[in-house]
């Protein structure tokens, strides 16, 4: 079962950048798919950019253009990079796995907090 550590959260001023990072306890070459997700105060968890094995990505379209997401298998680490933040991408962000297609995301962790403010 891998354990997923996320981090690189912090305060940062609108038009800013920052980059998160998901420590994996165990390889991740065979995992399906890597995704980050965030929840905002008072909403629901959202998918925010996923990877898959061959290397596919998806963005939300409030992120599409801003943010990357990219997998380093010999570092069992996925990064998101994040850019031109807005007030609205405040939020508690979470790495998390699918194992195969057929299956549904792992277990969540403490995620890492994000605010972007003046």
């Known amino acids: 079962q891998v354990q997923l550590v996320e981090s690189g959260g912090g305060l940062v001023q609108p038009g800013g950048s920052l980059r998160l990072s998901c420590a994996a306890s165990r390889s991740i070459f065979s995992i399906y798919a890597m995704g980050w997700f965030r929840q905002a105060p008072g909403k629901q968890r959202e998918l925010v950019a996923s990877?898959?094995?061959?290397?596919?990505?998806d963005y939300a379209d409030s992120v599409k253009g801003r943010f990357t997401i990219s997998r380093d298998n010999t570092k069992n680490t996925v990064s998101l990079q994040m850019n031109s933040l807005k007030f609205e991408d405040t939020a508690v962000y979470y790495c998390?796995?699918?194992?195969?297609?057929?299956?549904?995301?792992?277990?969540w962790g403490q995620g890492t907090q994000v605010t972007v403010s003046t």
């Open positions: 998390n796995a699918q194992r195969s297609a057929f299956g549904g995301w792992g277990s």
């Open positions: 990877i898959t094995l061959g290397g596919s990505t």
